[in-house]
């Protein structure tokens, strides 16, 4: 409702972390002062079945419980999922959708029907493959969105995740570094 | 909720669950028995870990069903305990006639319950058809807004609880609440521990010098003198409620009431709601303001027992009142809340100048309430008052399919 309320949708597929994503990405941007929102859509919940999770993000307390219908951003952690969902539901021509893709941006425009200006690509399962070992995209998606979100600081939430992960991998540093660098090169990358 | 006057604890992200369960770690019962149920598994799951680990002291029985969990408690109480539970819709429905056994023990036994619909159709998502139908048990119910509210809600249980000698508990709406990540102010374990203070029973039944019959056979003699004691104790629940809210406010700096007034005062036309959908109203309600349409909102906190009096008082000058109910009683005629508020109203002798009364039920099984069904029952106050629209005496219904 307010204009400085930020929305989020994530679409994955079961087992993919979407809802560890939306989680992480709440838990990271409140440390660094934003009221924030995470929610996951319960359905049947199978690997591999779509899955939604969302994010609000606000300077101020956030009171609204409802579900999100009009998001911001719309991140997809699978491509295929653009041929069985409508991941474009309710995005309107200010909504920016940050894809997990090998393909270039226009290919996805053209696939969504969307304005060449929305769509955003990222190959984050290359990126994850390379820096974390494991077809996990969710981690550097968080990257991409940070970027594309664009008034949010990458070396804080930098920060904030190095110190999530560091409690929960503190006898395996690799994880921590292959996620922070997944991140990084994700921000970087993103187009 | 409102705002912090004197934050002393942490800021974390947590869900409505972990909340519940982290309350439910610095209380410390010395008893709790429990049965997963979705939407309120994580709340003893999260707590049975925190025993598994020996963080906390806690005896935890993983009993067979909910009504031994309930029947767990209540003997772990009636022995002297601080005994709690979780549960939630099927739970709390197998707990039945354990739930009447607590309270006419007089038993301070506390539960964390998070709303959820009944089958048939089975469905695991938010309603509030569950608690309500537990209306009468003489349980003191405490709902909750968001993470916050249950987090404070359950630390003040305790104490209302043990003092009004009755049990209760404290409800989030399943998912919406219970499964969403958001801010929450936790408090040091020091000042919650010292807040609850030691649980002192007058009478339990180990304490072997002093023994006494709890549970015999109460006939005409008897039974009805005992019943009119529990009811006058919800009555006197109140007032208990209200200072241990003040104790509240003076320690952690949150004020609670036995309901919230959301720009009510000047309000000429408001609604009546419990649970999540109040956060999703007050957007409305300052959208309104803005346009200059003096909309307001009425929020239950404690609806058993209810302040009948004090929201009669408050709603008695408003000129259309809309009341939500997210279960519907199927009584052919209207739902629960409705029911209370207008009883209420008119115990004020306000049958003649009442508010026009609307009753929507709303959300049944999870079904989507967003801010623009909530717009849409202040604009349908708004040609009430105008007079331009009659108001119904039946339930209007709220994003449902109707042939």
Redesign the interface.
């Known amino acids: 409702m307010s204009k400085k309320m930020i929305e989020v949708r994530w679409h994955g597929r079961g087992g993919q972390g979407a809802k560890t994503a939306a989680l992480l990405f709440a838990e990271t941007l409140l440390a660094t002062g934003k009221y924030i929102q995470a929610f996951p859509e319960y359905g049947p919940e199978r690997m591999g079945a779509p899955v939604q999770s969302f994010n609000r993000i606000s300077d101020e307390i956030i009171t609204i419980h409802s579900g999100i219908t009009n998001p911001n951003y719309v991140v997809i952690l699978d491509s295929s999922l653009m041929n069985s969902v409508n991941v474009t539901y309710g995005v309107d021509n200010n909504g920016k959708i940050i894809v997990n893709t090998s393909l270039n941006s226009q290919d996805i425009v053209k696939k969504l029907g969307v304005l060449t200006n929305q769509v955003c690509v990222i190959n984050a399962s290359k990126i994850a493959l390379e820096t974390i070992g494991k077809d996990i995209p969710n981690t550097p998606m968080l990257g991409a969105l940070v970027k594309v979100i664009g008034a949010l600081n990458i070396d804080d939430v930098l920060e904030n995740i190095r110190v999530k992960l560091m409690t929960k991998f503190r006898h395996k540093p690799e994880v921590i570094e292959g996620n922070l660098t997944s991140i990084k090169r994700a921000f970087d990358e993103v187009c | 909720?409102i705002?912090t006057v004197c934050s002393r604890g942490k800021?974390?992200?947590k869900t409505g669950n972990e909340v519940m369960a982290e309350a439910m770690r610095q209380i410390e019962p010395d008893v709790v028995a429990a049965y997963p149920i979705t939407p309120a598994t994580e709340i003893v799951q999260i707590f049975s870990q925190f025993v598994a680990d020996g963080i906390i002291k806690s005896e935890f029985v993983a009993v067979e069903s909910e009504h031994s969990a309930m029947s767990t408690t209540i003997a772990a109480s009636a022995a002297g305990a601080r005994a709690m539970t979780a549960t939630s819709s099927q739970g709390l429905s197998l707990m039945w006639e354990m739930l009447y056994i607590a309270s006419g023990l007089r038993l301070p036994v506390v539960m964390a319950e998070v709303n959820r619909a009944l089958s048939a159709p089975i469905n695991?998502?938010g309603d509030q058809s569950d608690t309500m139908g537990a209306r009468d048990s003489g349980w003191i119910q405490i709902y909750s807004?968001?993470s916050q509210e249950a987090y404070d809600n359950m630390i003040q249980s305790i104490r209302i609880a043990e003092k009004a000698k009755l049990p209760a508990f404290v409800t989030t709406?399943g998912?919406?609440?219970s499964?969403?990540?958001?801010?929450v102010e936790v408090y040091p374990d020091v000042d919650v521990k010292a807040f609850i203070g030691e649980y002192k029973p007058d009478r339990y039944l180990l304490d072997v010098k002093n023994p006494y019959t709890l549970g015999s056979i109460d006939l005409q003699d008897y039974y009805f003198e005992h019943r009119y004691q529990l009811a006058k104790a919800m009555t006197d629940a109140k007032d208990i409620i209200l200072d241990v809210a003040d104790d509240f406010k003076e320690t952690f700096g949150r004020e609670y009431g036995l309901y919230e007034k959301y720009m009510i005062d000047d309000a000429e036309i408001a609604i009546v709601v419990i649970g999540?959908?109040?956060?999703?109203s007050?957007?409305v309600v300052k959208?309104l303001r803005k346009r200059g349409i003096k909309a307001g909102l009425l929020k239950i906190r404690v609806y058993r027992p209810f302040p009948s009096y004090q929201i009669a008082k408050d709603l008695k000058r408003i000129k259309a009142v809309a009341i939500l109910d997210k279960a519907d009683s199927c009584s052919g005629a209207f739902g629960p809340i409705y029911s209370d508020v207008a009883a209420s109203l008119c115990s004020i002798g306000m049958v003649s100048s009442c508010p026009k009364i609307v009753n929507y039920v709303y959300g049944l099984g999870g079904r989507?309430?967003?801010?623009d069904h909530i717009f849409s029952i202040y604009e349908k106050l708004k040609k009430i008052v105008l007079g331009v629209e009659n108001f119904s005496n039946k339930i209007e219904y709220i994003n449902v399919r109707i042939k």
């Open positions: 909720m705002k800021i974390v992200a695991i998502h807004e968001n709406d998912f919406i609440i499964h969403c990540m958001e801010v999540s959908v109040a956060g999703t007050k957007v959208e989507e309430i967003n801010t």
